[in-house]
């Protein structure tokens, strides 16, 4: 039984080494015995995907079949509707009753999480660890201080000693990728080889190509 779970969500369009490395840092780093990969169906402050949930999650799994404690998740995929995250914990709450659960979010998705749907019912469910650049300085927005100022933990020890409840700043060294880069430089028809698994790359159709770059069409530059 699971006694420490992370979990990390994201449209993956595609999964990339970022990451990669921020899930293996995660796992390693706060003692996780596993970090559940889950690509988003449906999210709901986007459009969604043209490379289909099916496809992102086999991307997961060719780019993990390696590594310890890293599974790919598909029940944003089965389930039906927007893929809210409160949705998602509240199913891996009652997978894992007696387990940490820690979501990890970046630090702009950490300043805007007033506008997530539910968002006060996160920490009823689950730790929250914001990733940030080393020395930088993280506070929660003027939305959410209220709720968040008194649950910070200062270490890793102190968000272990509950299940749920709690925010931590969780620095990591970042590799300077990202899925709008990605995208931008195969419609150009550059290389991509390093900042994708080549597991991927070796699996990635012309079709797949296509897709993806009908996303950096439809989605925001971030």
Not at 69 to 88: F, H, M, W
Request: aromatic share 6%; net charge neutral; hydrophobic share 45%.
């Amino acid at each position: 039984m699971a006694r420490a779970v992370g979990v990390f969500g994201g449209a993956f369009a595609p999964f990339h080494n970022g990451h990669l490395r921020l899930a293996i840092e995660a796992r390693e780093r706060l003692a996780l015995d596993q970090v559940r990969l889950i690509p988003t169906a449906h999210p709901p402050h986007r459009p969604d995907s043209h490379v289909l949930p099916a496809r992102r999650l086999e991307w997961i799994k060719l780019a993990i079949r390696r590594e310890r404690g890293l599974i790919a998740d598909d029940r944003e995929i089965r389930r039906d509707g927007p893929s809210y995250t409160v949705d998602t914990l509240v199913e891996l709450r009652a997978q894992f009753p007696q387990a940490v659960l820690v979501l990890l979010m970046g630090s702009d998705a950490f300043q805007h999480l007033h506008t997530w749907y539910r968002w006060t019912e996160l920490l009823e469910l689950a730790h929250l660890a914001v990733v940030s650049r080393p020395g930088s300085l993280l506070e929660p927005s003027v939305e959410t201080c209220a709720l968040l100022a008194a649950r910070r933990a200062d270490d890793i020890g102190a968000l272990m000693q509950s299940r749920k409840g709690r925010w931590f700043q969780f620095e990591v060294p970042m590799l300077d990728i990202s899925s709008t880069r990605i995208r931008r430089l195969l419609r150009a028809g550059h290389s991509v080889r390093g900042l994708v698994p080549d597991a991927i790359l070796d699996a990635m159709t012309a079709a797949d190509v296509a897709a993806l770059i009908q996303d950096d069409d439809a989605t925001p530059t971030h």
